[in-house]
């Protein structure tokens, strides 16, 4: 590692002060610039919320936050980066859900889930089941029924092995007692383009991407993998409402650091957060995204991800899915 100038030079000021520099540099982070590692490539809903909100840290902890995407291997790169990253508190993680899988779909990781320090939840992004408006099937119970009838059960787009969207389809098929298939694509505008041709049967997504084709009458909505039903489209029922109170899934994000991160850092950049989300501005800039705000403590955070590793582990093994 290089030693600048700088860096030597306030070093030395922090010896003189009479105070522990390990203490003291707590106390004045952030001193110099932030990366916030964002696990996906730029413009999608991570990538785009992460932005807002380095931008708003900057302002109002008067450093510089900068996004570095560093997409690829189902989240696993990013995470990597960060779990080996000097805990200082200038290499922050916007994780994302498939962290709690990763072990489950991929077996031994180059990372422990100990390098890393949950520090607040930011945002979820609720997973809507669309169909074709032109599809045979018009309702839950009809689309079940429909995947009943063949031979082959169901089809259902997905933007990969292991995604909430390939989870929550996963314990759909499971709970409605159907055959089903799981079909990957890049993205969701292949998986849109399968789903207008009848070539996929439904598909689970964030809503602001199928919104359009949800306006223009192309999609039908049937529900929402939610406990309650989302204000971004409330007249979507949930399906728990419909008969599956099992299928709760959503994508998440929220902030970690490295394990040896100090308290003190956690403790201010949690402060940060919760106060960065609660500004009506900045929750209706995540609205339009199709976010929704969800805050709390590190430590809340740190029970939501074990609660969500240890329950699609259990899905995970009993569907024998492995990660690509």
Same mark, same amino acid.
């Given at each position: 590692?290089?030693?600048?100038?700088?860096?030597?030079?306030?070093?030395?000021?922090? !010896?003189?002060?009479?105070?522990?520099?390990?203490?003291? !540099?707590?106390? $004045?982070?952030?001193?110099?610039?932030?990366?916030?590692?964002? /696990?996906?490539?730029?413009?999608?809903?991570?990538?785009?919320?992460?932005?807002?909100?380095?931008?708003?840290?900057?302002?109002?902890?008067?450093?510089?936050?900068?996004?570095?995407?560093?997409?690829?291997?189902?989240?696993?790169?990013?995470? &990597?980066?960060?779990?080996?990253?000097?805990?200082?508190?200038?290499?922050?993680?916007?994780? !994302?859900?498939?962290?709690?899988?990763?072990?489950?779909?991929?077996?031994?990781?180059?990372?422990?889930?100990?390098?890393?320090?949950?520090?607040?939840?930011?945002?979820?992004?609720?997973?809507?089941?669309?169909?074709?408006?032109?599809?045979?099937?018009?309702?839950?119970?009809?689309?079940?029924?429909?995947?009943?009838?063949?031979?082959?059960?169901?089809?259902?787009?997905?933007?990969?092995?292991?995604?909430?969207?390939?989870?929550?389809?996963?314990?759909?098929?499971?709970?409605?007692?159907?055959?089903?298939?799981?079909?990957?694509?890049?993205?969701?505008?292949?998986?849109?383009?399968?789903?207008?041709?009848?070539? $996929? &049967?439904?598909?689970?997504?964030?809503?602001?991407?199928?919104? /359009?084709?949800?306006?223009?009458?192309?999609?039908?909505?049937?529900?929402?993998?939610?406990?309650?039903?989302?204000?971004?489209?409330?007249?979507?029922?949930?399906?728990?409402?419909?008969?599956?109170?099992?299928?709760?899934?959503?994508?998440?994000?929220?902030?970690?650091?490295?394990?040896?991160?100090?308290?003190?850092? $956690?403790?201010?950049?949690?402060?940060? $957060?919760?106060?960065?989300?609660?500004?009506?501005?900045?929750?209706?800039?995540?609205?339009?995204?199709?976010?929704?705000?969800?805050?709390?403590?590190?430590?809340?955070?740190?029970?939501?991800?074990?609660?969500?590793?240890?329950?699609?582990?259990?899905?995970?093994?009993?569907?024998?899915?492995?990660?690509?």
């Amino acid at each position: 590692m290089t030693v600048t100038r700088r860096t030597l030079l306030g070093t030395l000021a922090l !010896a003189l002060s009479g105070l522990p520099v390990s203490a003291r !540099a707590e106390d $004045v982070w952030p001193s110099h610039m932030v990366r916030l590692i964002s /696990p996906y490539g730029p413009g999608g809903s991570n990538d785009i919320s992460l932005r807002l909100l380095a931008e708003e840290f900057g302002r109002s902890l008067h450093q510089q936050f900068i996004v570095e995407n560093k997409p690829g291997a189902g989240t696993r790169i990013a995470n &990597d980066l960060v779990a080996h990253a000097p805990g200082d508190g200038y290499t922050i993680l916007y994780v !994302a859900a498939p962290y709690a899988t990763a072990e489950a779909l991929f077996g031994k990781l180059t990372y422990d889930r100990k390098d890393l320090r949950p520090v607040a939840m930011a945002v979820i992004a609720p997973l809507f089941l669309i169909i074709s408006a032109e599809a045979p099937f018009k309702t839950l119970p009809d689309l079940i029924a429909y995947g009943k009838s063949k031979p082959d059960g169901l089809t259902f787009a997905s933007p990969g092995a292991g995604s909430q969207p390939h989870l929550a389809g996963e314990l759909l098929f499971r709970d409605a007692g159907v055959k089903g298939l799981n079909i990957p694509f890049r993205g969701d505008a292949a998986s849109y383009t399968e789903l207008l041709a009848g070539r $996929v &049967d439904a598909t689970l997504t964030a809503l602001p991407t199928a919104l /359009p084709y949800i306006q223009s009458g192309k999609f039908a909505v049937l529900g929402v993998a939610s406990s309650e039903r989302s204000p971004l489209y409330p007249q979507a029922p949930t399906l728990r409402e419909q008969g599956f109170p099992n299928v709760i899934a959503a994508g998440w994000f929220g902030f970690m650091a490295p394990a040896t991160t100090p308290q003190p850092i $956690v403790d201010k950049l949690q402060t940060e $957060v919760s106060r960065v989300l609660a500004d009506p501005a900045v929750k209706d800039k995540l609205t339009a995204q199709g976010l929704e705000v969800r805050t709390g403590t590190a430590a809340e955070f740190g029970q939501f991800i074990d609660s969500e590793t240890q329950r699609w582990a259990g899905l995970i093994r009993e569907a024998g899915l492995k990660g690509e």
